[in-house]
């Protein structure tokens, strides 16, 4: 449980098939139309594919933060590939964030990390997602490349990184 800066609880739990529909909601109301497949017919269905694509995955990890109701507020998903992590996704509920939730999800991953002796977290980010860059940078990423047009519709990626004090680990 941690706590959260309203005071309220929260719970950070992997997540199970059980959550993909309330997981599938969060990312439509929080990701870019062309992030979630709408260059194809379907972006639900696509985006539900590849959320099991992701569940199957072994090297992928899903964290779900649970309310005090016990209803999903948000969700982190990041790959644990040999001493790295790349943290592909993070997303709250519209209505609950600047509550600490984000934070607490990449607090989790981090935790993660030291207790998997990982050396480094990398992400990539819209340029223009100023709250997301900023949450990144309280936890102590930085910023270290910028990939021209790398998104669909021709926006900048920001690349962050964080390396991790192997004293810490
Ligand atoms: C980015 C996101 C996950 C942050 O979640 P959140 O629960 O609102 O974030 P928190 O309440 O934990 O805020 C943590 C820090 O992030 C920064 N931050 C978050 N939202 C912000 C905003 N609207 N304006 C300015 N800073 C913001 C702040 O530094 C904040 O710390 P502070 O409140 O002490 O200043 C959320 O805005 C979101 O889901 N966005 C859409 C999806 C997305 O863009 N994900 C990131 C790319 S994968």
Known sequence: MLGLVTGDLLTIEPMTEAEIEA???IDLASFHPSDLGAD???PRAAREKSLREELARSWARIRIARGPAGDVLGYILFWHVAD???LLNVAVAPAARRRGIGRALVDELL???RTHAAVKVLLEVRASNADAIR????LGFTQFNVRKAY???GEDGVEMMLELDAAQT
């Open 151 to 153: 998104y669909s519709d």
């Open 135 to 138: 949450l990144y940078e309280r």
């Open 23 to 25: 997981t599938l909601a």
């Open 40 to 42: 194809r017919d379907d």
């Open 84 to 86: 790295e992590l790349h």
């Open 111 to 113: 935790v993660y990390a």
